[in-house]
């Protein structure tokens, strides 16, 4: 019976492939194609100047409060990729990247941004679910939907998202439970900017990391630089396969800043300093993929002049298709705020649209509900 | 004292309450070097310091759960959750424990803590930002709610919370942080919770209200005298629950008729309590049948279109019009 250090069964490693100079561990390195290497950046550049137009058209009133996702492009797209279309995706907010690649249309971004439900509806054929506002809620989501591929046995995977604040919420540490417990084939990928809101990581947790917390629900984790899209692909990259081969969940903490004030409405000022924010400007993750990039070759000038000219053609017209749609119904009439509470529109409500729609001066004998399900029934 | 707005007026009533209470703590998400995302607490860090000024975790079940706690130690914790929609996380602690605790010990423990909450639509915020539930607590056994309409009720409702020996619910109905500015008093006043004020006498209808709409029941009398040449009573709840029967009751038994006006949707919201109140003690004095001018039976839009969920001046004259010519 003597005291003795526990021996425990599982450790958690860290990563970096791809430095902060562009240099890249060639071991570690990822075999990935050029072709894909230059999507990858694509990808990246795309969401990035999303991001930025973002701010100016919220500066503008053209859209709501929102929260940037500026160098957060490595994580949510090194991770995403490893996903097939109808795997699912589970992201927090600032996955804008992720939203992108997975076919989400930057028209119904923008119409999300300005203030509608009808921009939170997935477009057809992308297994996702939308925007998760109540931090960490999706989290369990994911583990039942992980929960759910293996009684389906359809060998899915699932990938999920939520930032370093939300490690706190009782639901985070559901999920993981659960996800550990039923071995659900869920990747947990914490995006580890460090800050929530105005609270440092230092006063969020009282260890040294987040990946460690793998370790106590028994599920394999890693830490990887979040600014270094290699690390971040290949650690997902071995999750999903295990997942998919039935080894259950990984929890992988990608290590970033928040570049951005937290939303639109927020003043960092208060609580970090200029100098923090400065140091990780070196560190982010477009800069040092580009170099890495032309130094092999795949990518150069000329290229990325060619793909800043598309990308600004297509933000371009996704906002006019954007601006447009809201002078149109459904975006322009406020009856459509019944339209989906239910499969069914009960009585009362269809009462309570009538009322509206009197106070508005609207005629709703020429508005049905636009529900789905419902105009559906009818016609049968 | 000069005239503040209510954000001001209850970041004056937490200073008041900190400076002549030790046992006041005051905790949440962001309230310590960011003073809070409405600027609420200002000061209150940079004077008291982190043991009494506490930036938690982010977990709304760990604040209440903790300021529950602290409670049954000894201190008055005043813990804010940052919106209203993510009270739901702590539901149970605030349900089963905050509620119950004097009820289950009887009267050996008690939780004497606030929990000031952001509530309420009508600043364009991003989704799940903008709920008005306060009848779910007033539905709970155990609690208070309380609901300030300005500066000058916000500043004496909480310093009432803050005294009471019972868990209180205080909303604060962020469309009016910096609507307007009104004079409050150089000494602390408190306002009794419970008690409902009759905010303009008149005659031939009640209109009754709290919070955010008590804004549009003010525009729609204002618009009833105008154009109708009808003197409206006005009730501001203040507090929903302990509800004021007896202003309500003494109210509709003069004028006969009645618009009950909220923000939360309508079914099982507090307009049905004040309907079923009236129908047992002054149903014979009615004239009319009640209105409510509520939110509906919705989540509250986004931000695009809750503008027409809200009630306002003009559905509230529509209503009162009806009552009126019934
Ligand atoms: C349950 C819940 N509580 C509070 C908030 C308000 N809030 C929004 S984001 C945020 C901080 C989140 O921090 P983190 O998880 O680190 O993610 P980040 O925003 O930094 O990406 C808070 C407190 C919320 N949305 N949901």
């Known amino acids: 019976m003597p005291r003795k250090p526990i021996e425990l069964p599982m450790q958690v490693e860290y990563m970096s492939i791809l430095d902060d100079t562009g240099e890249v561990d060639k071991e570690l390195e990822p075999k990935v194609e050029a072709a894909q290497l230059k999507d990858m950046f694509r990808w990246m550049l795309y969401a990035r100047r999303v991001d930025e137009r973002l701010l100016k058209l919220q500066r503008q009133g053209r859209i709501g409060t929102f929260p940037q996702a500026t160098g957060h492009e490595a994580i949510s797209l090194g991770s995403a990729i490893n996903l097939k279309p109808d795997d699912w995706h589970v992201p927090a907010y600032r996955e804008l990247a992720g939203f992108l690649y997975r076919g989400w249309t930057l028209e119904g971004i923008l119409i999300y941004w300005m203030g509608f439900e009808e921009g939170a509806r997935p477009p057809e054929g992308v297994n996702d679910t939308p925007i998760a506002v109540p931090i960490a809620s999706q989290l369990l989501h994911a583990a039942g939907m992980g929960m759910a591929a293996n009684i389906v046995g359809d060998k899915k995977v699932v990938m999920t998202y939520f930032g370093d604040g939300a490690t706190s919420e009782g639901d985070c540490h559901e999920a993981l439970n659960f996800a550990s417990v039923f071995q659900a084939p869920v990747i947990f990928v914490c995006l580890n900017n460090q800050y929530a809101i105005s609270v440092p990581l230092s006063k969020q947790m009282h260890c040294e990391t987040i990946v460690q917390r793998a370790v106590a629900y028994g599920m394999p984790g890693i830490k990887v630089d979040g600014n270094d899209i290699l690390a971040v692909y290949v650690a997902t990259k071995e999750a999903v396969e295990r997942a998919r081969s039935g080894g259950g969940p990984t929890l992988v903490e990608c290590l970033t800043y928040r570049y951005t004030p937290h939303t639109t409405a927020d003043d960092p000022s208060r609580y970090r300093s200029d100098e923090e924010t400065q140091r990780w400007v070196a560190k982010e993750p477009l800069i040092r993929f580009e170099k890495y990039l032309k130094n092999k070759n795949v990518l150069n000038d000329a290229d990325i002049k060619k793909m800043d000219e598309e990308i600004e053609v297509r933000i371009n017209e996704a906002i006019i298709a954007a601006e447009e749609a809201t002078k149109k119904p459904p975006l322009s009439d406020p009856l459509a705020m019944f339209d989906y509470l239910y499969a069914d529109l009960p009585q009362n409500l269809q009462e309570q649209r009538e009322e509206l729609a009197k106070a508005l001066g609207l005629n709703t004998s020429e508005t049905e509900p636009r529900n789905a399900a419902t105009s559906a029934r009818r016609g049968a | ?326």
Not at chain 2, 245 to 257: A, F, H, Q, W
């Open chain 2, 1 to 326: 004292m000069p005239e503040m707005n209510m954000a001001k007026a209850i970041n004056l009533a937490l200073h008041e309450a900190m400076d002549r209470d030790s046992r006041v703590i005051v905790m949440g998400e962001d309230i310590g070097p960011d003073e809070g995302v409405f600027r609420v607490t200002e000061g209150l860090w940079k004077k008291h310091g982190e043991k009494r000024v506490i930036d938690t975790p982010l977990a709304e079940s760990g604040i209440v759960g903790a300021a529950i706690g602290m409670a049954l130690y000894g201190l008055r914790p005043v813990a804010e959750i940052q919106f209203a929609g993510f009270e739901y996380y702590a539901f149970h602690q605030i349900e089963m424990h905050a509620g119950r605790y004097r009820n289950r010990t009887r009267g050996k423990l008690t939780v004497p803590m606030v929990l000031r909450c952001p509530s309420g639509g009508g600043i364009r915020a991003i989704e799940h930002h903008s709920e008005s539930r306060e009848a779910i607590y007033a539905h709970s056994p155990g609690l208070k709610v309380v609901i300030p309409s300005g500066p000058r009720s916000a500043r004496a409702l909480l310093h009432a919370a803050i005294q009471d020996p019972d868990p209180v619910i205080y909303y604060e109905p962020k469309a009016l942080y910096r609507l307007f500015k009104e004079n409050v008093p150089e000494t602390i006043e408190t306002l009794p919770i419970g008690r409902a004020q009759v905010i303009q006498e008149g005659s031939e209808i009640t209109l009754i209200s709290y919070g955010a709409t008590v804004r549009a029941m003010i525009d729609a009398a204002e618009i009833l005298e105008e154009e109708d040449g009808v003197k409206a009573e006005m009730i501001d709840l203040l507090s929903i629950a302990p509800l004021d029967t007896e202003t309500i009751l003494n109210s509709v038994r003069k004028t006969g008729r009645c618009v009950v006006i909220h923000e939360g949707p309508r079914t099982c919201g507090i307009g049905s309590e004040v309907v079923a109140r009236i129908n047992e003690g002054a149903l014979l004095y009615l004239e009319a049948p009640i209105k409510r001018v509520t939110g509906y039976d919705v989540p509250i839009p986004y931000f695009a279109r809750e503008k027409a969920y809200l009630p306002d001046g003009d559905k509230v004259v529509s209503a009162a019009r009806e009552v009126l010519s019934f």
